[in-house]
């Protein structure tokens, strides 16, 4: 997308992270200069069934910024995600946790954090459990150096956090099992949905 570079700066409303503090597990990007702006690390083309995002990673990489672009190539949707957790599975059984056919937590109805909230699947909502998305994420990064694809097995979550607008409605919940190269690991990060006109993009 001609939108997005790495080395890109993107403006940021502190207002937003302050507002979403006490009703969600966010944390705010780390801003790279006095003047709010966050400098793009790395970017990342997520290909699913059947769409298209972009993910530009902000704060050494453990958030990023995800956009969807509209069948004209207009930004018509961004999220902003930070990371609230990882987990490095020891061995099948306890893959088997996220990812078993029927029980696994990847993909199951609700999904509980450790704090004990609820989050319920935003991705095909419904009583059963459904095998996650199967995500093919490419990288760049600065100076062009190589970065491998991952591959995410993913399913998206949502909760309502009770806040009045300005501040964020919804707290979402994305949880992966990544591989990239010989590593494989479960992330969770929580995001909040982010005005479109504020990314400043031009």
Request: glycine share 10%; proline share 7%.
């Amino acid at each position: 997308a001609d939108w997005f570079r790495v080395g890109m700066t993107l403006p940021v409303d502190p207002s937003l992270f302050i507002l979403a503090e006490p009703f969600t597990k966010l944390q705010a990007p780390r801003a790279a200069t006095g003047s709010g702006l966050v400098s793009v690390e790395r970017l990342g083309e997520v290909k699913g069934p059947g769409t298209t995002w972009y993910r530009l990673y902000v704060s050494g990489g453990d958030a990023f910024f995800q956009v969807h672009l509209d069948a004209h190539g207009q930004p018509d949707e961004c999220r902003y995600f930070s990371r609230l957790d990882e987990v490095v599975p020891a061995d099948a059984d306890e893959w088997g946790v996220w990812l078993d056919r029927d029980e696994g937590l990847i993909g199951w109805p609700e999904f509980q954090t450790q704090d004990g909230l609820l989050y319920g699947r935003l991705w095909s909502p419904g009583q059963a459990r459904l095998e996650p998305y199967a995500l093919r994420e490419t990288l760049d990064a600065a100076g062009g150096a190589e970065i491998e694809p991952s591959r995410q097995q993913a399913m998206l979550y949502a909760r309502a956090t009770d806040a009045q607008p300005p501040a964020p409605t919804t707290e979402y919940l994305l949880v992966a099992a990544n591989e990239q190269g010989d590593s494989a690991w479960v992330s969770l990060h929580v995001g909040i949905d982010i005005p479109v006109a504020g990314l400043n993009l031009s």
